[in-house]
């Protein structure tokens, strides 16, 4: 018998860039890493099966919190959580990694609603004669978490109805809806390249990071192409094809980013790359934001057949400007389906701010996202007194959350208007994002929507689970370990035994 919650496999979509971060390691100990499955089982109270998976994986089962709960309806979850299916360790704060976003999530779909849209408009102080605008076009940004070449090419288009075909002013970058220091904010390690640390942006444009791909046929060379695309970018392909495994084909192509004395993007390959490796891509952080946001809408504004004679610089939109065309981006439901599916941070991080521009007032700070999220959880009584949310994408050291405070927000999300919409945005077990490779042959696969975590000290789930026998719960498991890589099987076994024993 199926559950309520089952549905046909999502569409994937657009991927997103960057996951792992490095949180710092927590002092263990050796309590558990030796105890036998049956002492375990009676030390904890877990199932047999969930009891030699931890087992094999030599954690502490003092490092891993776990929750299982039937899914209750609205009023009697407004009462009092269901009584757990299955609790170990779960009101001890945890680093939950990624599965953050789902506080992110469930606030924004109440304050902000589904249907919300970010709003990039562009004005002017010049003169409009002949279709060439004399002056600067001035582009004000509000954080939208998905501006893709598929959606900037929109507002060119808006802008070239308004009358312009040449700009032979600048570009000026209006970023004032974030507070001071946002952008600033320093990476979680020292992968400065790294997609996953790009900062949030008023202005945020394709994630600030480019995705080169590779393809090689033998005899015919090595193909390289790039997303989004920009104007100018050169690609110094400087790569040959050749046999053998595929390896650690990325070291063997010495990619290198750099910008010229123009400050154009120029990309650097040299070395062989392995036929067998098929088809690969390297996603890298663009090295400057203004740079990035200016090639790229020169790119689609060329495409479009007009002419931009200018540069780039940061500014506001001055007193007395007149607005020329304006956008409103993909819905907040569109957004969460990929910030969830793909865990992409920097679209979390967008949304979150966004949070406290709208409750609070703009400009937008990591403080006024907070207290809009503290004070929408205290308007739902869902009272967390040991969550930290820092930045709202879980990439963080600091942020903190309990499993059972986990549990309980998944409960509240599924029996909101929007609970469906929060539930489908999250991977589908063996079929879509960050959990398509995942108990791809098992019975709950196609079966569970469930967010995933990762940093190097932690993994995580969170989610719901229709059963075998019809019924549907909610599912939360954190490992924090600096060996948490080995409690994936024990996450797995957990979907697993609640797929196929949870009555």
Known sequence: MRSKFLFAPLLCAVCALGLIGAPQ????????????PHALARHTGLPPQLARLLAASRLPAA?????????????????ASPRPLLSLNANLPRNSASTMKLVTTAASLDLLGPDYRWRTATY????????????????????????????MVKLVADIRDAGIDRIDGDLVLDRSYYGPGIRDGGP????LDRPYNVSPDPLLYAFKALSFSFDASAGQGVDISVLPPLSPL?????????????GDWLSRIHPRLEADANGALVAHFSGGYPVSCGAQQWNVAAPDANQFFLDGFRALWLAAGGQLDGGVRDGVVPPGARLVASYRGQTLAQAIYDMNKFSNNVMARQIFLTLGAREERPPATLDKARQAVHAWLA???????????????????RARITAADMGRLLQYAINRPTGQQFMQSLPLVGVDGTMRNRLRGDGVSGNAYVKTGTLDDVRAIAGYVGTAAGSSYVVVGIVNDPQARDGIALLNGLLDWVYHHAP
């Open 234 to 246: 050169t690609i110094d392909n400087g790569l040959t094809a050749v046999g053998g495994p595929c």
């Open 124 to 151: 002017t102080d010049g003169v409009i004669e002949n279709r060439v605008l004399h002056g600067n076009l001035y582009v004000r940004g509000t954080g939208d978490p998905k501006l893709v070449p598929e959606e």
């Open 188 to 191: 979680i390690d020292d992968g």
């Open 379 to 397: 308007q739902a009584r869902l009272s967390m007194p040991g969550l930290v949310l820092d930045n709202g994408s879980g990439l963080s050291r």
């Open 63 to 79: 490092h891993v919190s776990l929750y299982v709960a039937p899914i209750g309806d609205a009023d009697a979850t407004r009462r």
């Open 25 to 36: 390691s927590q002092a263990h100990g050796k309590q558990a890493r030796h105890r036998p």
